[in-house]
């Protein structure tokens, strides 16, 4: 089936019927995105993050009173 007569066919149906039709692609792209995302894999980003050796340290009184 193409795309033309993909969209002939959805044309045809019923408003309630094509808004069921819609709902179900907005499903299926959630899922295939869901699946995209799923398939991350362990040490993907490793060397590309790096974290200041500081990061866990308190912050001073300037930066909570917003003093440069």
């Known amino acids: ?12 149906l019923a408003p309630e019927l094509q808004k069921q039709v819609f709902d179900f692609v907005a499903f299926l ?3 295939q995105i869901q699946q995209q995302l799923s398939k991350r894999s362990v040490g993907e980003y490793q060397n590309k993050i790096h974290i200041a050796d500081d990061f866990d340290a308190p912050l001073g009184d300037d930066y909570w009173l917003g003093q440069p």
Request: proline residues 0%; without cysteine; neutral net charge.
């Open 29 to 31: 792209r959630k899922q």
């Open 1 to 12: 089936m193409n795309s033309q007569q993909l969209v002939h066919e959805f044309e045809v």
